[in-house]
């Protein structure tokens, strides 16, 4: 399965990361890659959590990332 994740730069240094598609779903990093892949061991943990509970394992669905420019006067 993909998901989707946001990263973001966090304030502090590093990043963090969430999961659209899975509500609660985050993680952080000191890089990208670290980012990604405690992410990754993020979304299996959730997904594991969901099963143990016998809960339904929500699907990706389509998300559209944009940017629009904006002046403020």
């Known amino acids: 399965m993909n998901y989707t994740i946001l990263i973001h730069q966090a304030e502090e240094g590093g990043f963090w990361s969430e999961v659209p598609a899975l509500p609660g779903c985050y993680s952080q990093g000191e890089s990208i890659d670290e980012t990604l ?29 944009g940017q629009v420019q904006v002046e403020v006067t």
């Open 37 to 65: 892949k405690n992410s990754k061991e993020a979304i299996e943990a959730h997904l594991q959590a969901l099963k143990e509970d016998m809960a339904a394992t929500p699907a990706e669905e389509s998300l559209f990332i």
